[in-house]
């Protein structure tokens, strides 16, 4: 069982930059392929970012390229996406979520393909 706390949302400026962070309480939290997802009033949840058990793929939704970057510290265990030249539709709820995988390489941009999520966190990009 994995348990994912985000945290580090909140209410910026258009333009402004802000990071949030998941912490998962797994074992083996190396062993996961981790992901961001978003999901804003009214609309269904839409993938983000994701990120390789060994850090070493990412990939991005096209909406965020360029501004958002994910990360994560395997011996910390907490994934991050640093989020800048936010913009007003970047307003959502933002999810972590994880899913084994045997392979470095691993990346998901399918929710349905993830075991784990988190809570959420409220980021609100105001105009």
């Known amino acids: 069982q994995v348990q994912l706390v985000e945290s580090g949302g909140g209410l910026v400026q258009a333009g402004g930059s802000l990071r949030v962070s998941c912490a998962a309480s797994a074992r083996t939290f190396s062993s996961y392929c981790m992901g961001w997802f978003r999901q804003a009033p009214g609309q269904e949840r839409e993938f983000v970012a994701t990120i390789s058990w060994s850090g070493g793929s990412t990939y991005y939704a096209d909406s965020v390229k360029g501004r958002f970057t994910i990360a994560r510290d395997n011996v910390k265990k907490t994934v991050y996406l640093q989020m800048n030249s936010l913009k007003p539709e970047d307003t959502a709820v933002y999810f972590c979520?994880?899913?084994?995988?045997?392979?470095?390489?691993?990346?998901?941009?399918?929710?349905?393909?993830?075991?784990?999520w988190g809570q959420g966190t409220q980021v609100t990009v105001s105009s």
């Open positions: 979520a994880a899913v084994f995988s045997r392979s470095g390489s691993y990346i998901d941009t399918r929710s349905h393909e993830y075991d784990y």
